[in-house]
């Protein structure tokens, strides 16, 4: 049955005289392997009652007529000669008639094999037990005589193009349970491979035969946008079948192509229609945190409770992303890379090196060291550290800082340190910051408030004010001088 060829829950059944076969499923019920059901045994021992009955019709007289009354015999037949006088007494009745999604008509058939004069060979050509058995030694119907003529020259039944001619869709098999449905074999056409192909089969009617809308969702996260899924109906038993189903997804071989990271963006803003059915928006947004970066992911159909979960990628790793990465991540971090912004926040990033709530990220007893790394600026503490409120707030906690003194006990270690402090100003002003404010600085530096002690150094170009002259008024009032 390639027609029969969407998702791996096949279901070609063959149903004949009432008798049901279930073929098997490749994905079954859940947790359960697909399985072929064991063959149908008869119920009756024909065989034992050949030199009785010359024709099936002495038994099964309704079966041509399409009388149903007719079709079996009554209790009281077998007892004609069961009477406990001419033989043992029995208590045979028919069983009632299987649940069967066979779309057959005893009459038709009857007929089209009298008509090719073969009547004396109409029941036995389609249930005998094998191709060569005797007249009487019969049993359910095999699939092999449908094949001569529905799929001529067909390797196996569930090979044929199509399954309307002897099966109706499994929304019209009512009589059929969740656990029969959960037993269905798959074809052969339904390999490891038949995934990644199946959509150019979907719009057969076929479909309908083996599969339910609800078997579709649970892995299509779009299912309600693609019409081959919503063409087909909706059945409780398989919403039942596949209800916390576990869903594995392949990769499709396109995604293994070099590079396909890389490209991957643009491959979604051209269409991220067929995104939609392994992703949904949250598996992307492990890698794409800031979804409002990122047009295509807002596209993408959500998770729904009780529906498909779509492929899962927490966890996974850029290939760049070595176990090495977090020892040489600072310099692409450094040349300002954005593509860290596409998966990292900057809380992501605070997590390490914010040295107020993450002191792992400095070594051992860095803080008696950190002078000297902040005056080289070996790191940029700025990062994470607010200078004029962390570093102050910390120094003058330990009396490194004094508010109010022009020194402290940082500068009482190195002499005549007041003389010579512009060279490290200038160097690295942020590391003064740590203890000093503004107004510090203006109390010898203002030309107008302080005591005029000039910053700065030799060659100054005083034609900078034309930049920034809301600077130079911290000191000149009036404006600066012009040479």
């Known amino acids: 049955m390639t027609a029969a060829r969407f ?7 063959a149903l004949i005289a009432g008798v049901a076969s279930p073929h098997a499923a490749a994905v079954p019920a859940p947790g359960r392997p697909g399985t072929r059901s064991p063959a149908l045994a008869d119920s009756f021992p024909h065989a034992r009652h050949g030199r009785l009955f010359t024709a099936c019709g002495a038994c099964h007289a309704g079966i041509a007529s399409g009388d149903s009354a007719r079709a079996r015999p009554a ?23 299987r649940a069967t999604n066979l779309r057959y008509d005893h009459r038709r058939h009857a007929a089209r094999i009298q008509a090719a004069g073969d009547s004396a060979l109409a029941c036995v050509r389609c249930h005998a037990s094998a191709a060569d058995a005797e007249y009487m030694n019969v049993g359910p119907a095999r699939p092999g005589p449908c094949q001569s003529c529905h799929a001529p020259g067909a390797e196996h039944h569930l090979a044929q193009g199509t399954c309307a001619p002897c099966h109706v869709p499994l929304r019209e098999a009512t009589g059929l349970s969740a656990v029969v449905i959960g037993l269905f074999p798959k074809p052969p056409s339904h390999d490891s491979g038949f995934v ?7 719009a ?3 479909c309908a035969v083996c599969h339910a809308r609800d078997f579709c969702a649970s892995c299509h996260l779009n299912a309600a946008t693609v019409d081959a899924i919503r063409g087909l109906p909706s059945d409780p038993r398989v919403a039942t079948l596949v209800r ?4 594995t997804y392949p990769k499709p071989p396109f995604h293994e192509a070099s590079g396909f990271l890389r490209v991957h963006g643009i491959m979604a803003r051209a269409d991220v229609t067929g995104c939609g059915n392994c992703h949904a928006r949250e598996s992307c947004m492990g890698c794409h945190r800031a979804e409002e970066r990122v047009a295509p992911v807002n596209d993408l159909p959500r998770r729904t409770r009780g529906g498909a979960r779509g492929v899962d990628l927490s966890g996974v790793r850029p290939p760049d992303h070595a176990p090495d990465h977090l020892l040489r991540h600072r310099v692409p971090a450094a040349g300002g890379d954005a593509s860290c912004s596409r998966c990292h926040a900057p809380t992501f990033c605070a997590s390490c090196h914010d040295g107020a709530t993450s002191p792992g990220y400095h070594g051992a007893d860095f803080v008696q060291r950190h002078a000297e790394s902040a005056f080289t600026r070996e790191n940029d503490c700025a990062t994470c550290h607010q200078t004029e409120a962390f570093c102050r707030d910390c120094h003058r906690s330990t009396g490194l800082a004094r508010t109010g003194a022009p020194l402290g006990r940082f500068h009482d270690a190195q002499p005549m340190w007041v003389f010579g402090h512009g060279g490290a100003a200038r160097r690295a002003i942020e590391s003064c910051a740590s203890c000093h404010a503004q107004r510090d600085c203006l109390r010898c530096h203002s030309a107008s408030l302080g005591w005029r ?24 009032l009036g404006g600066a001088p012009r040479r």
């Not at 990644?196 to 979907?202: D, I, K, L, R």
């Open 75 to 97: 209790p009281e037949f077998c007892a004609s000669c069961h009477d406990g006088s001419l033989a043992r007494r029995v208590d045979w009745r028919p069983s009632p008639p």
């Open 453 to 476: 002690v000039s910053p700065h150094g030799r060659g100054f170009d005083a034609d900078l004010q034309e930049k920034n002259p809301a600077m130079c008024r911290q000191c000149h």
């Open 196 to 202: 990644f192909v199946h959509a150019g089969e979907a």
């Open 204 to 206: 057969s009617p076929t």
């Open 244 to 247: 916390n189903r576990r869903v």
């Open 7 to 13: 998702f791996p829950l096949a279901l070609g059944v």
